[in-house]
């Protein structure tokens, strides 16, 4: 069980064309999920905080109306990279929490590989 | 702020014992937890420790000192396969929400 996917796995788009990228939650209603952006050899960082039917918390230095966020539903989330720029090249990871056990785990998506030309 | 450090690189031979050290300093501290990743794929869960004390999982063993602001992760028996990047990450009390903040990354190399 807790199963996360994401949706493409990889692309490559075009300079200022936009890109949306899903997560799901398969088998379990998560009521927060979190994009992360990994630079390579660098670690992840939070993007921002989704929480369902609501608007999304970004970190300091992410640009919101560059990165649309849109949480509908308990088991959906996408990130939008709009009018992408070479330097937005990154792989881009979702996480989704559940309640489990005595701790709110998160699981991870398999991760979206973007890269802009 | 959140300040995790970890250390870059380790080397270790298959069969052996490798300790992987985790400091940290955060307020509203909520547990660390461990995760593995191999190169291009997403982290996947180890252990989460919340109080003080050690976590045995198998070949995987996670420790907590909360008032060292410390944690290692441990790995007996090495196998080839368990060549990857170990995350550190602290979940901490934030913007009316849990977050977790993930250090760089310890690149783990398991030679023969």
């Known amino acids: 069980g807790a199963v996360v996917s994401q949706h493409p796995s990889r692309v490559i788009c075009k300079s200022g064309t936009s890109v949306k990228i899903e997560c799901r939650s398969l088998?379990?209603?998560?009521?927060?999920m979190f994009w992360y952006r990994q630079f390579p050899k660098q670690s992840l960082m939070l993007m921002a905080t989704?929480?369902?039917?609501?608007?999304?918390?970004?970190e300091q230095g992410v640009e919101k109306d560059k990165f649309l966020i849109n949480h509908a539903s308990l088991t959906l989330s996408t990130l939008t990279v709009t009018s992408a720029h070479p330097e937005d090249s990154s792989f881009y990871i979702c996480?989704?929490?559940?309640?489990?056990?005595?701790?709110?785990?998160?699981?991870f998506g398999p991760g979206t590989r973007l890269t802009v030309l | 702020g959140q300040n995790i450090d970890q250390p870059t690189e380790m080397t270790a031979t298959e069969g052996a014992i490798v300790q992987i050290n985790c400091t940290y300093q955060?307020?509203?501290?909520?547990?660390l937890f461990w995760y593995q990743q191999h190169a291009g794929e997403a982290p996947t869960f180890l252990s989460y420790?919340?109080?003080?004390g050690l976590e045995e999982k198998g070949r995987f063993s996670s420790f907590l000192s909360r008032s060292k602001g410390y944690s290692y992760l441990l790995l007996k028996e090495l196998q080839m396969k368990d060549s990857a990047s170990y995350l550190c990450?602290?979940?901490?009390?934030?913007?009316?929400?849990?977050?977790?903040?993930f250090g760089k990354g310890t690149k783990l190399s398991v030679i023969p």
């Open positions: 996480s989704a929490r559940e309640r489990q056990g005595r701790t709110f785990e998160q699981f």
């Open positions: 088998d379990f209603q998560a009521t927060t």
């Open positions: 989704s929480n369902e039917g609501s608007k999304a918390t970004y």
């Open positions: 955060t307020s509203g501290f909520n547990g």
């Open positions: 420790n919340v109080l003080d």
């Open positions: 990450a602290v979940r901490y009390s934030g913007a009316g929400s849990y977050q977790l903040t």
